[in-house]
């Protein structure tokens, strides 16, 4: 009886896994892009999930059906750096925490067009923003004002996760599509870094623009989100002002 349970499992894990092939084959090949874009990003690092599968040996497609991997969860150490309200480095560490960054947009926008819940968004920044040394509470407060709390209404469309207007250089060019909601986050977290930082950065280089802003300043760099007034944006004589203002209040969230 024993021996028989085992084969009707192992007949379904074959089974399933031929199912999994079929099916992961077909979405590959009916995936249709808008042939008006040309500036979808993609991290060279990660392998589709056809690619990975097509590379698997048979023993390890059936131990990864029968023993799948947790999704990993962003990740933040916690630690938070005294509130200043003076200081508007680019570089350091977080004052406000994730749950004011997450009341301030819900309290401004109850329903944000974004593809994960804002609490895992807000944590991607942390995770990112840790990473590369760049505050993340401050850049979180810029994709507020770049996206409108997230309503958007501009070139941009909530589809791109573009979260900072990375390549809408008119009004006309929609700019960068990121495949998830994490390399979006990603690339804009690199595109400041790029302004303020001669370092590169931790992981793979998913901003198309950071070279273009790196052979730009060379050993040059930005301290302040101010400093970024008629650079990130143009004219965008107050840019940095109102970034820093948006992230005073968020200061104030309980």
Not at 76 to 92: M, T, W
Not at 151 to 162: A, E, F, S
Not at 218 to 237: E, I
Request: charged fraction near 20%.
């Amino acid at each position: 009886m024993r021996v028989n349970k085992k084969r009707a499992a192992l007949t379904f894990v074959i089974g399933l896994t031929a199912m999994v092939s079929v099916f992961t084959g077909a979405e590959a090949g009916h995936r249709i892009h808008d042939p008006k874009v040309d500036t979808k990003v993609t991290a060279n690092t990660h392998l589709s999930a056809s690619a990975s599968t097509d590379k698997q040996s048979f023993k390890e497609r059936i131990n990864a059906i029968l023993h799948p991997q947790a999704e990993k969860k962003p990740s933040f150490s916690g630690v938070l750096a005294p509130v200043d309200y003076s200081n508007e480095e680019i570089l350091g560490r977080p004052m406000a925490t994730q749950e004011q960054c997450v009341e301030y947009l819900l309290s401004n926008n109850p329903y944000p067009e974004i593809s994960v819940s804002p609490s895992e968004l807000v944590a991607y920044y942390y995770e990112e923003g840790e990473k590369e040394g760049v505050r993340p509470d401050v850049a979180f407060a810029q994709a507020l004002k770049e996206t409108g709390f997230f309503r958007y209404g501009g070139t941009v469309t909530p589809d791109q996760n573009n979260y900072c207007g990375l390549g809408t250089t008119s009004t006309t060019v929609k700019g960068m599509y990121f495949p998830s909601a994490q390399l979006g986050v990603r690339a804009h977290i690199q595109h400041l870094l790029a302004y303020a930082s001669t370092k590169a950065p931790a992981e793979d280089v998913v901003d198309p623009r950071y070279e273009l802003v790196r052979d730009m300043y060379g050993y040059q760099t930005l301290d302040t989100w101010t400093d970024l007034n008629g650079r990130w944006a143009v004219p965008g004589y107050t840019y940095g002002q109102s970034i820093m203002s948006m992230f005073h209040q968020i200061l104030q969230e309980p």
